[in-house]
């Protein structure tokens, strides 16, 4: 079978970074073996570092990154519950589906599209919800929320408030400091700027929030009480519960040392770069870009497909000719934006010069 | 980092077929590439030849085989439905505690362990239960359940039951036959017979199945509704559900195309030489089988931990001098049976006579 290769810059799965393709590779070890769980131990360290958090309770999920915002809205809303949405995109969006499954009293509080979250009217919207949520990176507008400042808004009025960020674009990308900003849970996904296949959903709770949590969630693989009695083995042993994916998590094992490695301020760095250059040749080639400005992701940019051009088409063709994916807009701006990404690995100069150079070439 | 390299024998996950260890590692594409979509529909197909079915709704599920479990009852118990479910180990154990919670008046059918499930109690247990549920080969205790037999009586006795079965360590390592034994909901896992690593959940559903399901279960990840406008196409274009865990699903489609290469009939009878091999092999060490004869898996086996031996220190010694890696037994049994498994590619008779060796020095 011929392999086609392509250069994913889309909003995720990104190509990884090749430690993490070849740890998918290596010999795989059985979910209990000592060998496998010092490296898992090793995985929630390095994630905890990721997140910048010293929670106890951080772990990779069993799933994609959807199964993070699951397991948070699962595990921590009791039925009844308010819980404020911010909505500025299919993200947030998506929260307001999974919190009203499982029983939430969600209010919703819509900005436009390209629009960053305003604490100011997130707050206004309840006096004395249980859990305030947000989208950190919205993937499907390239947005940058700041979610220190609504979560420090929100514990200002409520000490007991949770606040629950998806940081599914934002982890290892851009600054992540869940301890600092008071986020007490947080989930991201393993195909963007961690540099790893899809498959896991890193995953963090604080000790406030853990206090809280449901006993017994209506899901039985994502009830992280039990999880907890396998990944975390300080309370006496650990206890079977589902077998781990073990060749992913050392893949993750291995994309985390990568990143550790270079060092997140880097890291952060390398992705600001490359954004920035990306941003500046997009107006070179007289692109209009969607998100609002100062909000804008380094990591997944979004820009107006000009007028009369085909957004499928283009796309089409940079598959075709270039072997280069980037993504559609997704909702009503689905043709009328591209996404394009430049994350994890992905976050290097010739790649931001490759998609500039072919999309002169295709827009030409 | 020097690599491990374990000769995995215990009851999963197993080493992978090399096609699906060599597919990880392959380019990775995105979800929504055509290349990748054409993959994914090959996939649904392999698994249908697998399943023996031709239900539409054949596909991998995101998650390890758990999430199959999980999905089968989230998406199929409405709440106060009766489900009788066959306990003949851990996992028909764990069902009991799934279907609760997803609102079943669960009937429990208790077996002792090592038995295989009696379909005339089962029936006796509930005149008209909406769903009836066992696994078939219980991975826990090494014991092969009549599935055909249960699935039989129960629809002679009313056509409309719905009959769901556990099939994570027996599709592909004896026969599975979910039309020709009219089973509705079945699910997987990757990391047994079928040769590849965890990670992912092969599902099945009938079309009577599927018209009764439940159209907003409370789990948002596993909504097969959801999930199916992804997976089949056919509907008219594929919708965007979660970011599919790309590189499992083209190993799953390796280690599938290995096992149609072999041909089914072939697979299942490498199983079954090697499986009677190992059994002939343990009773020359004196050593007791656990399961019920004629009941005994071929792909994994149970065994009584001799008298007077220490049954973690004769699995330490196994995996510290010979790196292989054998399982505990479970539950009451956990330090008195000892779980074997020859399944997907170590089902092998190299792999059978290393194990007797190993042991007939350790126990020596």
């Given at each position: 079978m011929t392999l086609v290769d392509r250069v994913?810059?889309?909003?995720?799965?990104?190509?990884?970074?090749p430690e993490a393709t070849a740890a998918l590779a290596a010999p795989l070890l059985g979910h209990l073996d000592p060998v496998f769980l010092t490296l898992l131990d090793e995985t929630c360290a390095r994630l905890r570092t990721a997140w910048g958090t010293e929670n106890a309770r951080t772990l990779p999920l069993s799933?994609?990154?959807s199964i993070g915002m699951e397991a948070a809205f699962a595990n921590f809303?009791?039925?009844?519950d308010v819980v404020v949405v911010a909505v500025n995109g299919l993200f947030g969006n998506r929260m307001v589906d999974v919190a009203g499954r499982y029983g939430a009293e969600v209010v919703r509080v819509d900005h436009p599209w390209g629009e960053p979250v305003d604490p100011a009217r997130v707050l206004a919207a309840?006096?004395?919800?249980?859990i305030v949520a947000a989208v950190h990176a919205e993937t499907s507008t390239g947005v940058r929320s700041d979610i220190d400042l609504l979560a420090a808004a929100a514990r200002e009025r409520d000490q007991d408030v949770l606040v629950l960020a998806d940081c599914v674009t934002s982890i290892a990308g851009i600054e992540v400091a869940v301890d600092a900003w008071g986020v007490d849970i947080a989930y991201a996904g393993t195909?963007?700027?961690?540099g790893v296949a899809p498959g896991l959903a890193p995953f963090t709770v604080s000790e406030r929030a853990w206090s809280r949590r449901?006993?017994?969630?209506?899901t039985w693989y994502l009830d992280l009480g039990l999880i907890g009695a396998y990944v975390d083995g300080s309370a006496g042993g650990r206890t079977y519960h589902h077998t781990a994916p073990v060749a992913m998590i050392a893949s993750l094992h291995a994309g985390l040392g990568r990143i550790m490695a270079e060092g997140l301020p880097a890291v952060y760095e390398r992705h600001a770069a490359v954004g920035r250059r990306l941003h500046e040749g997009l107006g070179e080639l007289g692109l209009e870009l969607f998100a609002r400005e100062g909000h804008r992701l380094p990591e997944l940019t979004t820009v107006r497909v000009p007028d009369g051009v085909d957004s499928a088409k283009v796309r089409a063709t940079l598959l075709a000719d270039y072997n280069i994916e980037i993504g559609a807009g997704v909702g009503e701006f689905a043709s009328t934006v591209w996404r394009i990404g430049l994350m994890g690995?992905?976050?290097?100069l010739e790649r931001a010069e490759l998609v500039l150079a072919a999309l002169r070439r295709v827009l030409g």
């Amino acid at each position: 079978m011929t392999l086609v290769d392509r250069v994913l810059l889309g909003p995720g799965p990104s190509n990884p970074y090749p430690e993490a393709t070849a740890a998918l590779a290596a010999p795989l070890l059985g979910h209990l073996d000592p060998v496998f769980l010092t490296l898992l131990d090793e995985t929630c360290a390095r994630l905890r570092t990721a997140w910048g958090t010293e929670n106890a309770r951080t772990l990779p999920l069993s799933g994609t990154g959807s199964i993070g915002m699951e397991a948070a809205f699962a595990n921590f809303v009791h039925p009844g519950d308010v819980v404020v949405v911010a909505v500025n995109g299919l993200f947030g969006n998506r929260m307001v589906d999974v919190a009203g499954r499982y029983g939430a009293e969600v209010v919703r509080v819509d900005h436009p599209w390209g629009e960053p979250v305003d604490p100011a009217r997130v707050l206004a919207a309840h006096p004395a919800p249980r859990i305030v949520a947000a989208v950190h990176a919205e993937t499907s507008t390239g947005v940058r929320s700041d979610i220190d400042l609504l979560a420090a808004a929100a514990r200002e009025r409520d000490q007991d408030v949770l606040v629950l960020a998806d940081c599914v674009t934002s982890i290892a990308g851009i600054e992540v400091a869940v301890d600092a900003w008071g986020v007490d849970i947080a989930y991201a996904g393993t195909q963007k700027c961690l540099g790893v296949a899809p498959g896991l959903a890193p995953f963090t709770v604080s000790e406030r929030a853990w206090s809280r949590r449901v006993q017994r969630p209506p899901t039985w693989y994502l009830d992280l009480g039990l999880i907890g009695a396998y990944v975390d083995g300080s309370a006496g042993g650990r206890t079977y519960h589902h077998t781990a994916p073990v060749a992913m998590i050392a893949s993750l094992h291995a994309g985390l040392g990568r990143i550790m490695a270079e060092g997140l301020p880097a890291v952060y760095e390398r992705h600001a770069a490359v954004g920035r250059r990306l941003h500046e040749g997009l107006g070179e080639l007289g692109l209009e870009l969607f998100a609002r400005e100062g909000h804008r992701l380094p990591e997944l940019t979004t820009v107006r497909v000009p007028d009369g051009v085909d957004s499928a088409k283009v796309r089409a063709t940079l598959l075709a000719d270039y072997n280069i994916e980037i993504g559609a807009g997704v909702g009503e701006f689905a043709s009328t934006v591209w996404r394009i990404g430049l994350m994890g690995h992905n976050a290097r100069l010739e790649r931001a010069e490759l998609v500039l150079a072919a999309l002169r070439r295709v827009l030409g």
